[in-house]
């Protein structure tokens, strides 16, 4: 499932995870397939005819890696074109709430824990000391 929430949210097996699947969404929406071919897929159909949305959600994840340094993402070797212009993106409608994509990213188990964490229905980005006193 392609997340709906900031790439600066996910920890950095989440990130490659919804870059990998980006990349999958996109190329099995780009041969044109009727929609009919994914009617047990909803986590493709609801990006059917928002191929540019993609495109722009690309271009926020090859960010995010570029900004925390990775080799992958300043030598990029698999653009999508159109990601970079704003100009008429239209998202679909997610599967699930932001607040229900990050709950679901803390049952995990993974490093997103340490990026964020949900106080009173408020998902909140940590720092190194809030992660402290969060943990205590």
Known sequence: ????????LLCDKHLMD????????YSELAKGL???AYKHRPDIIRWHG???????????????MT????SCGTNHR????????????????PLMSEL??????????????????????VAKILTGKQYQQVVQ
Not at 67 to 70: A, L
Not at 103 to 117: H, T
């Open 100 to 121: 229900a994509q990050l709950e679901y990213l803390l049952d995990q188990g993974c490093r997103c824990k340490r990026i964020f964490c949900i106080e009173n229905g």
């Open 34 to 36: 009727p929609i009919e």
């Open 78 to 93: 698999t653009p999508i074109a159109g990601g970079d212009s704003p100009v008429g993106v239209v998202y679909p409608e």
């Open 67 to 70: 900004r925390r340094g990775w």
């Open 18 to 25: 919804d870059h990998r699947q980006l990349h999958r969404v």
């Open 50 to 64: 928002y191929l540019p949305a993609l495109a722009r959600r690309h271009y926020f994840i090859v960010e995010e």
């Open 1 to 8: 499932m392609i997340l709906d929430i900031r790439p600066r």
